[in-house]
């Protein structure tokens, strides 16, 4: 749906950091180096970018 805005595990703040993650990985660049370079060090913070669905445009009723 929505991206967290903090890690469910470690409480840092990781919603901000979506957007640019998306915008680097669909223009090519290698999500390992992405996700580095934000300063997201941790596998949990990672796996909240890297396993979130995208779904708002679906459901949202103002598609």
């Not at 991206?3 to 290698?30: H, L, N, Q, W």
């Not at 390992?32 to 890297?50: A, T």
């Amino acid at each position: 749906m929505i991206i967290p805005v903090r890690c469910f595990t470690c409480g840092k703040v990781v919603g901000s950091a979506y957007p640019e993650y998306k915008k680097r990985v669909d223009m090519g660049e290698d999500p390992q180096k992405v996700l580095d370079d934000l300063g997201l060090e941790r596998y949990c913070c990672r796996r909240m970018i890297v396993s979130h669905a995208n779904l708002i445009e679906d459901i949202s009723p103002l598609g």
